[in-house]
């Protein structure tokens, strides 16, 4: 398998009903060897930050056997808003 950004945005908008969701390769030379996402969802409603990227490892379970570095933040739709203003 192939991961790509738009594969992991495509999971993770499907698999957590994300409202949005970047990605971007940070490997040198964007060989798909790590990434960087924001995650979107109300699914992290009252959820601790460890639950929360609980999920987005278990969504990209297949992915993260490929990936050699992986970073994440994750924001309810509350959360996003308020990121967006400052």
Same mark, same amino acid.
């Given at each position: 398998?192939?991961?790509? !950004?738009?594969?992991? #945005?495509?999971? @993770?908008? %499907?698999? @957590? *009903? !994300?409202?949005?969701?970047?990605?971007?390769?940070?490997?040198? /030379? #964007?060989? !798909? %060897?790590? &990434?960087?996402? @924001?995650?979107?969802?109300?699914? &992290?409603?009252?959820?601790?930050?460890?639950? #929360?990227? #609980?999920?987005? /490892?278990?969504?990209? %379970?297949? $992915? @993260?056997? $490929?990936?050699? *570095? &992986? $970073?994440?933040?994750?924001?309810?739709? $509350? +959360?996003?808003?308020?990121?967006?203003? +400052?």
């Amino acid at each position: 398998m192939s991961v790509t !950004a738009d594969h992991i #945005r495509d999971r @993770l908008t %499907a698999g @957590l *009903a !994300a409202v949005h969701v970047e990605v971007e390769d940070t490997s040198p /030379n #964007r060989c !798909a %060897a790590s &990434f960087k996402v @924001l995650v979107v969802s109300s699914q &992290f409603e009252g959820k601790p930050l460890l639950q #929360r990227h #609980r999920m987005v /490892n278990t969504c990209l %379970a297949e $992915e @993260l056997k $490929e990936i050699h *570095a &992986f $970073e994440q933040k994750t924001l309810t739709p $509350e +959360q996003w808003e308020k990121h967006k203003s +400052q």
